[in-house]
């Protein structure tokens, strides 16, 4: 018998591989099997149990061991895996890598960790004297002992640098032990106290609609995409369960897929409420698994034990099976975007797996992305709305702060205008709380005018130039223009064109010397995710009225549910208008939806405070009602006027080397090629240099190519890639339907 195998590594292709008879009963599509290749044996996916190819007996190999039963790819998995690996122009080897965790592939057994942990009750005389001479010794056992929990060893080596031997000296020395179980393998213990969580209302009737639209469209058993758009807080989770009630119902299994699943601890404490109570069990997908948890994770869906998975952008790969139902919860969210190869999006790779099992795709937000509008406006997807928040609770009022007049006054860069200063004053005597939020995402490397608002932009592709500290340029970073950075602003001749933001940190630091020194601020940043329990009970504390201002990034401008924060504060709402992206001002808008949605969600109406150094922007203009359809119609314009996404695509080209010359020159005459035999339909942008011009020891270099067609475009640039004499070092990578410019 010969089967056909994809390798996991080495190989792009598949290869034929003989089986005995025996062996082929057990076999299916999807199972992992280890195989000869070259030398090597590796690991690979069996898809298809029939082979075409003549191979002379002599010189067939043979499949060596089927390392589990039960397949680890479903039938559509493998569908979408050939689907990915041709769109996202990326090898098998990496689609195959981000579905297969590293866990299953070490062959689905229970896998043990070591654990260290330091012996309890030791009289600490004895481990003095045992300890003496040995002052590495001491420093691990006192590392141990700081903490009852015992630690992995891997974590011990890799993580904290000490030494097997050091660890193996302390177990001879008889202070500490070695273990091997699994610590926890329940992947998320909701501790988060949220109120409410069980509770169960009468749906309104905006969400009795909206589930009855996505109600009929689950019994026609055919693919559809329903886009959900609702205000922040107009109850879309409701609709959500609803819809998964019905799913399951007709035997179903539900994928929910969140942008980040430790900024959604509220969703998943309602999806258990709700879900576990019916005897349904949940799988929680995040990046934190174990590999134990993983496993178990992966059983629990390949033996059909658990049906619901809720998990970010990677979960859409869960082996549910059938699939009724995908859920992508905020689908405007970046996050969903992938930035390593292989470089897919998280919902247009959710859109397509509900195509293959003609499932049904819930697209949820309050603010969809143009690419989601675009595809309302061509009637592919079908858009139910919820135009009000539960209870008839109001929308913030929104003022906008212009801070010109406040550099004006003060002289410089303030932080915090007298208004939102004097408003956070005000909440606190009334012990309510406020959040405080600044966008980091951006490199604030862009000029701008801090006494007109001025920015100084591209005239042919209209965004804005970017700073390059190490030459003085202004460039372009779509078509590679660039000019000497001005030392004052071009429209009012001013002199203060600064090219910095501030940090949280500085954030903090401020606001805490304006206000009143019993006022609790509490500070959240990207460096505290690492330690998830922080980030929790950070939440919890605030929950609790235990915080009384919260300053963070992104990370807390959507999602979260505090009744009473009453107050929001954007210290810096042109941090993200300023981006070097023609989506700049998409993101803006979104995100002061999302921050101003954080408040008033009790029953007090909230406030909130943009400070802004361009307070006429459509973005910030829009937002403050907020009036999604007139922002839409504006940036929909604009974007079809530059056919930028949503009307055409964008594949994003970079080559990356540790000699800026030598990058340069090849991108230069790759650009050259394609100037001498066009592709049709494509427009070429740069190369240009990219707005972070050196990662890691490696400059980047870049170009745009924008299309009508991914797969024709593919196609001709793999022609052209294939005779193109590049250096073997330089690098070079497609980054289709790119989202990151930088
Ligand atoms: P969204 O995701 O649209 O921002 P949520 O789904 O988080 O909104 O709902 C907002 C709040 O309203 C939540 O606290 C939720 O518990 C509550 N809620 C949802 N539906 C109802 C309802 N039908 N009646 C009363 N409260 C509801
Ligand atoms: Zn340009
Ligand atoms: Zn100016």
């Known amino acids: 018998m010969r089967i056909e195998v994809q390798p996991l590594v080495g190989f792009d292709q598949l290869l034929t591989y003989g089986v005995t008879e025996k062996f082929f009963a057990r076999i299916k599509p999807g199972c992992l099997v280890q195989i000869p290749l070259g030398r090597r044996r590796v690991l690979g996916v069996v898809f298809s149990l029939d082979s075409k190819e003549e191979i002379a007996a002599d010189k ?101 640098g000490f030494s097997e031997n050091l660890i193996k000296g302390l177990i001879v020395k008889g202070l500490a032990v070695e273990t091997a179980e699994v610590i926890n393998r329940d992947a998320y213990d909701d501790d988060l106290d949220f109120e409410g969580v069980d509770a169960e209302w009468e749906l309104t009737c905006e969400q009795k609609e909206a589930s009855t639209e996505i109600g009929k469209a689950l019994e026609r058993e055919k693919f559809g995409v329903q886009v959900l758009h609702g205000v922040t807080g107009s109850g879309k989770t409701e609709v959500y369960f609803e819809a998964m009630e019905a799913a399951l119902a007709q035997g179903g299994g539900v994928l929910f897929l969140v942008p980040e699943v430790s900024l959604a601890p509220q969703t998943v404490s309602r999806l258990r409420a ?14 934190h698994l174990s590999s134990g948890e993983r496993v178990d994770a992966w059983r629990n869906l390949t033996t059909g034990k658990a049906r619901i998975v809720v998990g970010a952008r990677s979960a859409v790969f869960a ?79 929104v003022h906008v702060v212009d801070m010109r007049l406040d550099a004006r006054r003060e002289k410089g860069t303030p932080i915090l205008s007298q208004s939102l200063l004097e408003a956070m004053r005000q909440r606190y005597e009334k012990r309510e709380q406020s959040i405080l939020f600044l966008n980091r995402r951006g490199f604030n490397t862009t000029m701008l005018c801090t006494d007109c608002g001025w920015v100084e932009e591209c005239k042919d592709c209209s965004i804005a130039l970017t700073f390059h500290r190490t030459d003085g340029y202004l460039r372009c970073h779509l078509c590679g223009f660039r000019k000497v950075a001005p030392s004052c602003c071009a429209s009012c001749q001013s002199l203060e064109v600064r090219r910095k933001g501030h940090g949280t940190q500085k954030i903090e630091d401020v606001v805490s010397s304006l206000m009143p020194r019993r006022a609790k601020i509490v500070r959240v940043d990207a460096d505290m995710m690492t330690k998830k329990n922080l980030f929790r009970e950070t939440l919890r504390d605030f929950r609790r009225g235990k915080i009384d201002i919260l300053v963070g990034t992104q990370m807390i401008a959507k999602g979260l549910d505090f009744p009473n924060v009453t107050l929001v504060g954007v210290i810096d709402a042109d941090l993200p208008l300023r981006m070097e992206d023609f989506r700049a001002s998409e993101r803006s808008f979104q995100l002061l939806v999302q921050v101003a949605g954080r408040a008033g969600r009790g029953d007090r109406a909230g406030e909130v405070y943009i400070q802004t150094y361009a307070p006429h922007s459509p973005s910030i203009q829009f937002s403050r009602k907020p009036d999604i359809d007139g922002f839409i119609e504006e940036e929909m314009a604009m974007r079809r006027e530059l056919a930028y996404p949503p009307y055409r695509h964008l594949i994003r ?19 050259k090629l394609l100037d001498a035999e066009p592709l049709t339909g494509v427009e070429v942008k740069g190369p240009a240099l990219a707005p972070i011009e050196k990662i890691k020891g490696y400059y980047r270099v870049h170009l745009f190519y924008f299309t009508g067609s991914i797969q024709t475009t593919l196609s001709g640039l793999a022609k052209i890639r294939a005779t193109f004499p590049l250096d073997p070092e330089v690098h070079d990578i497609l980054d289709v339907d790119a989202h990151q410019m930088s």
Not at 274 to 287: A, L, M, N, P, Y
Not at 653 to 671: A, D, M, P, V
């Open 319 to 397: 082996p549910i099976s059938p699939l009724r139902l995908v859920i992508v919860d905020e689908e405007h969210e970046l996050a969903y975007k992938q930035e390593d190869t292989p470089r897919y999006h998280g919902r247009d790779v959710a859109v397509y797996r509900a195509m293959l099992n003609d499932a049904i795709c819930v697209l949820g937000s309050a603010t969809p992305s143009l690419e989601t509008f675009r595809n309302i406006e061509r009637n592919k997807y079908k858009v139910g709305k919820l135009l009000n928040r539960i209870d008839g609770r109001k929308l913030p009022l």
């Open 274 to 287: 709700r879900f576990s109570k019916t005897g349904e069990q949940i799988v929680v997908w995040h990046s």
């Open 60 to 160: 067939l190999r043979f499949v060596s061991h089927l390392v589990q039963e039960e397949p680890v790819l479903t039938q559509d998995l493998m569908k979408l895996s050939k689907w990915m690996a041709a769109y996202y122009s990326c090898s098998m080897e990496s689609v195959l890598g981000a579905m297969i965790p590293a866990a299953v592939r070490d062959g689905m057994r229970e896998k043990n960790e070591k654990l260290i942990q330091a012996k309890s009750k030791l009289e600490s005389d004895i481990v003095n004297e045992a300890l003496k001479r040995s002052p590495k010794q001491k420093k691990l056992f006192n590392f141990l002992t700081a903490q009852p929990v015992p630690f992995r060893k891997k974590d011990l080596i890799h993580g904290h």
């Open 653 to 671: 080209h970079i080559f990356r080397g540790r000699s800026l010359e030598k990058t340069e020159f090849y991108s230069n005459e790759w650009r």
